[in-house]
Each structure stands twice: as structure tokens, then as C-alpha cells.
């Protein structure tokens, strides 16, 4: 992944940091909530699936999936109707949002 950094990805779960690789013009769009500070020392789990936002440019309908750094990103508050994020030069709408798929220990 050219132009990547590694980022803190806070898990939902006991709030867990990781260690995860990011390019810079997802880290750019601050209401993902990806920064360099405290980075873990453990990388991101395989089967851990990040938090994402969907969003569509609604001129040309191309669909993107970014990753969300924390549960409590600036993303899940953006206002408008319908909501926008700037995304490397484009305004796209969000359409939704998925979240982390793990199990719970026994």
C-alpha cells in the first residue's frame, strides 16, 4: 500500500488498541477518526473486520467502504440531509455504516 501509515484502530470490544496500516487519504478525513497517537504495539488481527462507513458520489454513483478508526468517530455525527464526507477531492453521501464482526470469548 503506497502513501500508508500505521494507525490506532480502537476495537469495540474491551476497547482493545491494534496496529493497522492506513493510507493517507483515508487518515486525511479527520471524522474517520484515524491519528498516530499511541499506536499498539499488536497488529490488527486477520479476523477482526473493521468498523466502515459506505458512501456514494452521487454524481457518477461510484461506491467506496472506509474504515472507521473508533466507535465514537465524528463520522456517526455528521449532519445534513442527506449526510456528506469529503473524500479525497469529493463530497460522497453516507449511505451506511457496517461494524466489527467478532465473537465474543467464552
Known sequence: MSNA????YVSDWQAETFARR???TIVAVGV????????ADNEMPQHLKPRR???VDPTTGQRL???????????YSVGGA???LSYNGTDYTIIGFSGEKRSLPR
Open 82 to 84: 442527506p449526510p456528506t
Open 53 to 55: 462507513v459506505h458512501v
Open 22 to 24: 492506513v493510507n493517507d
Open 5 to 8: 501509515s500505521w494507525q490506532q
Open 65 to 75: 467502504n472506509l474504515p472507521i478508526s473508533t466507535n465514537d468517530a465524528g463520522v
Open 32 to 39: 474517520l477518526g484515524w491519528g498516530t497517537s499511541g499506536v
